[in-house]
């Protein structure tokens, strides 16, 4: 099951961070991140895409919607058009760098609205238990019972295109699965010794979950949740590329491939250029994810 | 065996009717009037009235849930809006178009994941098991339906070999299984298989790894047992684990085909999921995922009690 790696994860949080100091265990993560080659490349490649949509306007590029009936679909490596014309001839580069802005919002801010949202649920589930935890956690169930996609898709279907509502349906999609882990890793926690402590000098249940839950179990979810960015890009994308996201003619990765669709019998290795930045970017997120996971696993 | 079975049937039915419920509300959450897409632009307040009465959309939601689940429980899922036919017939054909591509697609994926990550998990930290692992990222990275686009424009546009859409010769609707029909289905199958195959690569390999190093294993070689031996002994251990897994991702692939089959215009229940959505015909949105969500919540259940026949020691956690 999709716990199997978690389990894993919060073990070895619960068992590094309050052995060791807060501040060591974190300066430890952070030194043994930066000498894994594969995560540093990653972040690098990741700095870049981000930093370049971010300086989209003041990188002296093309307008990115601005086009041309005589010069669409050029190829990649046109003069002037390092990437070639998409099929209103808008400049491919351009739109590629500018797509990013939409892109990440749409994949990052779900995962982390859902953070915050399934965090919270599973830590106040996990830490006051009984009725209330049965009620959160079968709610959780419920879905758990769709497909990630089907309920992506059912959820913003329903609601209708627009990038509002695809952030709506995504947010919906991954809160019950953080909501698990992070009542699993609270559970875990809210029997040691420390909180019974905290209890016995006075410190009130929100109190107790704020200072000496939260900060035990944060580092666990958060893996969990960088973890989720790579299927929230996908996913992202995807509505877009259904037509549930965004609306023509903003420059979005999923819409741009869409579009492109129909051109891969001109000029199919334009049309194929966006689903290549969506795969870097997940696949970077992954990569990354991973060596933050193995970079926080102290025992190793 | 038996009381475990039945206790994981009983835990089925809240879910059935949870996943019922959620269904029925997610057409209520829709913006608008959902008689839209039936009525003329110029009908009148009567004609209105008149098949919102004959909907039931005019009784109050309990009541309204009540008995569409009750109707549902008899195989009635209403019409669908746009052609007039019933949900349920409409969407029982698509899916077995869905099932025949999906069980492809694990066919191939679970192959190639089984293999990759046994063999990544017995030669962990060499080159094997980075190429392994890496494959397994990459699957799982993807996203598919660029990758379906991908495959079409090298197979289909370049090399010309395979055929970009569609299930079979000339529009045809019936799946059969000869070569005409089978050139259709090897893109989309490989396409949905890669994210199962780096998901079960990256499980086989974590648990064959796990299984290696437990001291069993070195007691097995101690005693002198030969290497197929401990394999017997690994794969036995693995099995309720990987079992799960694979079960979860072919309920992910029949519920979550929606994008390849939209790349590859493949009449799957995911393809008239989209037209449905397009259409804004509620019914058969409505009708199709719920039909999409039990398959998936079924399959499960099959996995758990398939798991506890192999492994005696889930029945009593």
């Known amino acids: 099951m999709s716990e199997l790696p978690l389990s894993a994860t919060a073990d070895a949080a619960l068992q590094a961070a309050p052995a060791t100091k807060a501040r060591g265990y974190w300066a430890t993560v952070g030194r043994r991140i930066m000498r894994d080659k594969v995560s540093m490349a990653c972040a690098l490649v990741l700095l870049l895409i981000v930093l370049s949509a971010i300086l989209a306007p003041w990188l002296g590029l093309e307008d990115p919607y601005k086009g041309s009936m005589i010069r669409r679909l050029r190829h990649i490596g046109t003069p002037g058009y390092p990437l070639g014309t998409d099929e209103l001839g808008r400049d491919m580069l351009a739109r590629l760098v500018y797509g990013g802005r939409l892109s990440l919002v749409i994949g990052i801010l779900p995962v982390i609205l859902a953070f915050c949202i399934g965090t919270s649920l599973g830590i106040i589930a996990g830490y006051v238990g009984g009725k209330l935890n049965t009620a959160i956690m079968r709610t959780v169930d419920v879905f758990y019972a769709f497909p990630s996609v089907l309920l992506a898709i059912a959820i913003s279907g329903a609601l209708g295109a627009g990038i509002l509502n695809s952030i709506v349906a995504l947010t919906i ?128 | 065996m038996l009381a475990y079975t039945a206790r994981r049937i009983v835990y089925v039915v809240p879910i059935v009717i949870s996943v019922a419920l959620v269904c029925f509300l997610l057409v209520h959450i829709t913006p608008g009037d959902p008689l839209v897409a039936v009525l003329p632009a110029d009908a009148s307040q009567e004609l209105a009235a008149q098949l919102r009465a004959a909907y039931g959309f005019d009784r109050p939601l309990p009541v309204q849930f009540g008995l569409w689940l009750l109707r549902a429980l008899h195989g009635d899922l209403g019409n669908s809006i746009a052609t007039g036919r019933p949900v349920l017939a409409e969407v029982m054909r698509a899916v077995g178009n869905t099932v025949t591509l999906a069980i492809a697609a694990a066919i191939i994926g679970f192959t190639m994941g089984i293999l990759l990550g046994l063999i990544a998990g017995y030669f962990r930290e060499t080159w094997i098991d980075k190429v392994a692992t890496s494959f397994a990222i990459a699957g799982v990275s993807v996203p598919h339906y660029w990758l379906g686009m991908l495959l079409v424009i090298i197979f289909s546009v370049q090399l010309n070999w395979l055929p970009a859409v569609g299930a079979g010769p000339s529009g045809s609707n019936s799946w059969a299984w000869d070569w005409a029909h089978l050139k259709y289905l090897v893109l989309p199958a490989i396409t949905t298989s890669v994210i199962p195959m780096g998901i079960v690569t990256r499980t086989v390999r974590a648990l064959t790894g796990d299984i290696l190093s437990q001291d069993f294993v070195e007691a097995l070689r101690a005693k002198g047992l030969h290497e197929r031996g401990v394999f017997r002994h690994v794969v036995k251990n693995a099995a309720p684990t990987a079992l799960a897994v694979m079960g979860l991702q072919l309920g992910y692939m029949l519920g979550g085909s929606i994008l390849i089959e939209t790349v590859f215009s493949w009449p799957g229940s995911g393809f008239l999921l989209n037209s449905a959505i397009f259409q804004r015909d509620l019914p058969l949105l409505q009708g199709t995922i719920l039909i999409l969500a039990l398959f998936f919540v079924f399959l499960n259940l099959l996995v758990d009690i398939a798991q506890a026949a192999i492994d005696p020691r889930i029945k009593r956690g």
């Open chain 1, 173 to 300: 999609v991954f809160v019950p699965q953080i909501t698990r882990v992070a009542e699993s890793v609270t559970t875990g926690v809210r029997n040691m010794d420390f909180v019974e402590a905290a209890r016995a000098s006075g410190a009130g249940a929100f109190t107790i979950m704020r200072v000496h839950i939260l900060g035990n179990v944060l580092g666990a979810i958060f893996v969990y949740a960088t973890s989720l960015i790579s299927v929230s890009m996908i996913l992202a994308a995807g509505l877009s590329f259904l037509g549930l996201g965004t609306k023509p003619p903003e420059p979005e990765w999923g819409l741009m491939l869409n579009t492109l669709r129909t051109a891969i019998y001109v000029n199919p290795w334009v049309a194929a250029l966006p689903g290549a930045m969506i795969f870097a970017v997940s696949i970077c997120f992954n990569l990354l994810s991973d060596g933050l996971r193995s970079a926080m696993d102290i025992r190793n």
